[in-house]
């Protein structure tokens, strides 16, 4: 028994997140740790709970352990519910054979059946890896009031990094005249978000085109694709179909490479980044372990930083995240750098500018990042990475831009 | 730990509230806030959980909002659980009224224990903080064949400093002897840790023939007047524990939270302490941030100073501010350019700027929930 929901949202966690190299190797993108006790897909998650998105699927493929155990029966953000809630839908086996998400509007035509139980009006299509607050509600309002067949989130971006992403043609009422994925010479500055609300029942006909257009090319032996940016919108917009382009303003972060995730967590140290996580009308939900509160010691100095529970901290923390049960002991450093749950700096261990993994273990003269004014070639410099699990040895360094995936 | 179905936990939430007055103005025993993020029933809850016990019953008595809203379904001690789980037991007596002492309690909750699947019971207070392991308790209880199994520890004890205390005396077979409440003496004793196993069938008998005789008082009754009658041993625990009874000790439990040590007797890797999750973001350390020898919960934003001191979840210091030797609860907000010295400040006190409260770490302040300085 299946009650109706005007909304359904579909995150798509499949993502690898190649560019994060060490930090994906184990676990797939919208797993990895953010802002000293989150993982990306706390945002989604957190958003759909409050913009009262209660049914969600998390379409997931690569490295599926650990987003599968973190998302659990969704407890933590709430959508533990008798009738939706978060549902994790891996790619499966029919009776005529089994086939990974192919796309990401494949992975949605493999599961219109978990949609059409909820017969939805709406469905919110969400990714897993970008850093922002949203009310979806709005912007489902905003679709309704428009009486479109798709909505598109945009964020204005600066004009020379608007090559970077999928850029929206708008008339001057907001629809969509034109899309086109990153262009060498943008004639906009909007770019997507890759946050889509469309109509299910367009949504619907439109994945089963591009399925059997898709198919029948493939059998033709022409390219093919089945994605969301590439496919369906682009066939909507050639059939006329109403696209909305709906404006989002506040922060919105892509963390799809090292420096950037390193960026993302530093934001939040600025006082003039609008990404407020403690505002209690909006909270970020994550699944909590269950550590004692952190202690900060008699030599700690620690000064424009978060540190999560379960940390205890005696030596000096300037411009960091740390997450939860990190230690760091008196006379180590750790400056401008990211510090992932359970890692332990030793005495006289220096990390700056970089990004150490979970549960490892710096010894004392280990040195990880050097800051870009140590560097004379600007260009050669870049966060320092030491993966999940790794013991860096007494005496060992860490160049910037180099990433450890092995114990040195 | 995988669960034990065989024994049943009762914890009195209300025992010993007058003791600490002031914290228990608006709330009971069980919900007073201890060690940054915590209510003192989380110890016990946890320390059930932890040794397999996975049906726990909570006695409330009065005050007990504060303590449903933190229970709520018990999901946050894995309690929410359709055989066993966490059942809350209003106080009402048979007889009309609240109930008197341990014996009239249960006597009122009887029909739950008796529909309980537990063979066992065990009673716990939420006075006493400490991390114990029942498994051994349990199997010394099984082996010796004893009516009633007490839980205590050797420690100093000193009438001036506690407001309470149970005191035994065992003979060479670990058989109790002896029982004082409330001696006034100074010196290494066995204190009954309020922690004690007893079967089913043998807690019904006592319960039956104490309600049949109008008894209420199970030290009196049965500790004190029936010692020979009844098999009953104790078990050393031989850890830390801190016994909270008067705000004074709860001040100084607390700070003993800053000692390593103690912390990583109470908050082991493999027996986490749980709690109401809170959802709260990281601690937020501003540019002139200066912190020293301090708890600090999540959610916090700290942009002073602060030595010395236990914050909870969600308080906020502001610019300028040097907060020493203090407890702050949840949620309070202090404002720029104070000097705050030996307070504790009960949940949601708001400070304004430039304001000056001493007190001192012998006797704190205390400033009541919801308090303002303005």
Known sequence: MYTKKKCVAMLLAGGQGSRLYALTKNVAKPAVSYGGKYRLIDFPLSNCTNSGIDTVGVLTQYQPLVLNEYIGNGQPWDLDKLNGGVHVLPPYETQSGASWYEGTANAIYQNMRFIERYDPEYVVVLGG???????????????????????????????????????????????????????????????????????????????????????????????????????????????????????????????????????????????????????????????????????????????????????????????????????????????????????????????????????????????????????????????????????????????????????? | ??????????????????????????????????????????????????????????????????????????????????????????????????????????????????????????LANCDIVTSIDFTPVLKQHMSTGADITLVYSKAHYDSEKNSFATILEFDENNRLTGTMVNPKISGECNQWLDMLIISKDFLRSIVSEAESKNLYSFTKEILQNNVDKYKILGYEHKEFFMRIDNNENFYEANMLMLDAEKRNALFKKKTPVYTKVGDNAPVKYGLEANVKNSLIADGCIIEGTVENSVLFRGVKIGKGTVVKDAIIFQGSEIGANCKITGLIADKNVKIDDDKVVTGSAASPLYLKKGAKIS
């Open chain 1, 129 to 408: 890896d970008h850093i922002y607050k949203m009310d979806y509600s709005k912007m489902v309002d905003f679709h309704v009031a428009n009486n479109a067949d798709c909505t598109i989130s945009v964020i204005d971006v600066p004009k020379a990094e608007a090559s970077r992403f999928g850029i929206m043609i708008c008339d001057e009422n907001n629809k969509v005249t034109d899309f086109v994925e990153k262009p060498k010479e943008p004639k906009s500055t909007l770019a997507s978000m890759g946050i889509y609300v469309f109509s299910w029942d367009k949504l619907k006909k439109y994945l089963i085109e591009n399925e059997n257009d898709a198919n029948a090319k493939r059998d033709r032996g022409e390219a093919w694709s089945k994605d969301f940016g590439k496919d369906i919108i682009t066939s909507m917009l050639r059939d006329n179909q109403r696209l909305f382009a709906y404006e989002f303003e506040g922060y919105w972060k892509d963390v799809g490479t090292l420096d950037s995730l390193w960026e993302a967590n530093m934001d939040l140290l600025s006082p003039s980044v609008p990404l407020d996580l403690y505002d209690p009308s909006w909270k970020i939900y994550s699944r909590s372990n269950y550590n004692p509160p952190q202690y900060i010691g008699d030599s700690a100095e620690v000064e424009n930083s978060m540190i999560a529970e379960g940390s205890i901290i005696n030596g000096t923390v300037d411009f960091s995240i740390l997450f939860s049960g990190v230690t760091v002991e008196e006379g180590a450093t750790v400056k401008y750098s990211i510090v992932m749950p359970g890692t332990v700096i030793k005495s006289g261990a220096v990390v700056e500018y970089a990004i150490v993994g979970e549960d490892c273990v710096i010894e004392g003269g280990a040195h990880i990042g050097k800051s870009p004014e140590q560097i004379e070639n600007k260009d050669d410099w870049g966060i320092a990475v030491v993966g999940h699990n790794i013991t860096v040895s007494d005496g060992k360094s860490v160049e910037p831009k180099q990433i450890i995936g092995e114990n040195i």
């Open chain 2, 1 to 122: 730990m995988s669960v034990n179905y065989n024994v049943l936990g009762l914890i009195f939430a209300s025992m010993h509230d007058s003791y600490v007055s002031e914290l228990t103005n608006q709330r009971t025993m069980g919900s007073i806030p201890f060690g940054g993020r915590y209510r003192l029933i989380d110890f016990p809850l946890s320390n059930f959980v932890n040794s397999g016990v996975s049906e726990v019953g909570v006695i409330t008595k009065s005050n007990y909002g504060s303590l449903l809203d933190h229970l709520g379904s018990g999901r946050d001690w894995d309690l929410a659980r359709k055989k066993g789980g966490l059942h809350l037991l209003p106080p009402y007596s048979q007889t009309g009224g609240i109930y008197k002492g341990r014996l009239d309690a249960l006597s009122n909750i009887w029909s739950f224990v008796e529909h309980a699947f537990a063979k066992y019971v065990i």
